[in-house]
């Protein structure tokens, strides 16, 4: 969307504010404005004028709300003048992945077929963001429908790594990963239906938290598997996902797989002691790592052990059905476009759809019965030990030249390869599970590409495993790491 020339103006007034303001986290811009040393209107407007000046490199956003988001700073300026604070998003500019509703906004699910969308009503995230006071300043890119663990299919193209420009972030929520690891926002919603808020963050070096299933509302949000999507933060810290799960956590009745769960503080959670956590570190997760990975994590788990009770296991978690039994339920919601317009989607989502075809309804009806038996049983697992750590992915983020080409392979072989079910290795588990699973910062490869740990746990432990993930992240700095946003290819800065 274009920008008035008063908005352009008010820019360039801003413009030298945003690398200052790129510094904060959100937890630092929030306690700026309660004091009201600076306005909802400058932090939009620096965060405007850092988008204009480094997206063309990161492609991360489809739609730049400007005028849109700096009439909602203004409203809120004027609020804050009054002493009427909405909350600790009051004036925190935050952006969606763009298959979450914002109503008079396009939500294009990265798609061609979507290309003209613009939805009537807000996704019930998006009015609870809203609410609270947040500045919605636009929509991110995806990998189309969220179908894909790289990134790199998009109607809008692909978006790139502000770590090294040449390659993925990771998908699905590939925008929302460069965006908050490129300082072009200050916190992110992505989805995740087998791994696509951990894969991105994991490979951008941000936090990333999947709650869990139910606990935050789906409604307005355009589905993959509905079994098993989920909606949560991405941001820099743990208590910037904290801050925002406080938002957007919360009984929908109109959602029916919403958990009607009482009110619970993340961030006041984040101050509970950790010395008693016992650890699990299952042995099928570490399985074919990159040594560089498995280095990383060790040294990781060795921080973890010096402030819990240690790693008390390495017992397995429970098998899990047949993943792609569940895409039933994306051909259910295909099926029409598909029959109509498939000439629409990308060359290989198409594949996707057309390669895996939807089971028969008793097996997928028998795999359905037998998630919620997972479900219901997966607590037994924790009867030893309360959070299990383990690595985020397995393998270093791939180069878009690669992974381009895996993509066109696939396509001439009618197939998928398995490098391409690699991303997913260690996430679609705490999808079926329907359990919360974080994932943050611990470690750079030599090359200087982000390596990412996994802490996750029973059902509605969002407190313990933020509050672990917040003691990590005060004993070490990878998350106050610097992408190289003037070259895409420096050694990661660190910024105090």
């Keep these: 969307m274009g920008l008035s020339t008063e908005t352009a103006n008010a820019l360039l007034v801003h413009s030298g504010e945003d690398q200052a303001f790129a510094e904060l986290t959100l937890a630092q811009a929030s306690t700026l404005i309660r004091s009201r040393r600076i306005k909802p209107t400058q932090l939009a407007a620096a965060t405007l004028s850092r988008i204009g000046k480094y997206d063309s490199r990161l492609n991360a956003y489809i739609t730049v709300s400007g005028e849109d988001a700096l009439a909602q700073a203004r409203e809120l300026d004027r609020e ?6 909405r909350g600790s998003l009051h004036g925190i500019p935050i952006a969606l992945k763009d298959n979450i509703d914002a109503a008079g906004t396009p939500t294009t699910a990265a798609s061609n077929i979507y290309r003209h969308r613009v939805p009537k009503d807000d ?20 990998h189309e429908f969220a179908a894909g663990g790289t990134g790199h299919v998009s109607a809008f193209g692909t978006t790139r790594n502000p770590w090294k420009l040449d390659y993925v972030t990771g998908g699905t929520s590939s925008g929302c990963g460069g965006a908050v690891a490129g300082r072009l926002c200050f916190g992110a919603l992505g989805t995740d239906t087998g791994g696509s808020i951990r894969i991105p963050s994991s490979w951008c070096g941000i936090t990333g938290l999947k709650p869990t299933y139910g ?10 598997i509905y079994s098993l999507d989920h909606c949560g933060p991405m941001t820099r810290t743990a208590e910037d996902a904290a801050i925002m799960l406080n938002t957007i956590a919360g009984f929908d009745p109109q959602d029916p797989a919403s958990l009607n769960h009482p009110k619970e503080d993340y961030v006041a959670a984040l101050q509970q002691p950790t010395g008693s956590f016992r650890i699990c570190a299952p042995e099928e997760f570490f399985i074919d790592l990159d040594s560089e990975v498995a280095d990383a994590v060790e040294a990781a788990m060795g921080v973890i052990c010096s402030f ?3 790693v008390s296991s390495r017992g397995r978690m429970p098998e899990c059905e047949d993943f792609l039994l569940f895409i039933a339920e994306t051909h259910c919601f295909h099926e029409e476009f598909m029959r109509v317009s498939s000439d629409l989607y990308q060359d290989e989502t198409r594949l996707f759809l057309t390669k895996f075809k939807s089971p028969p309804a008793t097996q997928y009806i ?19 030990f309360d959070l299990v750590v383990f690595p985020t992915e397995r393998v270093l983020p791939l180069t878009i030249e690669g992974d381009i080409a895996s993509g066109r392979r696939a396509i001439d072989m009618e197939g998928m390869l ?4 690699v991303t997913i290795a260690n996430t679609y588990q705490f999808n079926m599970y329907g359990l919360p699973a974080l994932t943050l910062p611990c470690g750079f490869s030599r090359a200087g590409l982000p390596i990412g740990l996994t802490i996750a746990g029973p059902r509605l432990s969002e407190g313990k495993i933020l509050a672990l993930a917040a003691a990590y992240q005060t004993a070490t700095d990878w998350h106050l790491r610097v992408p190289p946003m003037e070259t895409g290819h420096a050694e990661p800065g660190l910024r105090a």
């Design 123 to 142: 996704a019930e995230v998006t009015r609870r963001l809203r609410e609270a006071g947040a500045v919605i300043v636009g929509k991110l890119n995806l």
């Design 215 to 224: 606990l935050v509302s789906m409604r307005g949000i355009v589905p993959l």
């Design 308 to 310: 819990t009770s240690g």
């Design 80 to 85: 804050q003048a009054a002493g009427k604070l």
């Design 366 to 384: 028998r795999a359905r019965d037998k998630l919620t038996e997972l479900r219901r049983s997966v607590e037994r697992a924790f009867q030893d």
């Design 418 to 421: 398995p490098q391409q079910w």
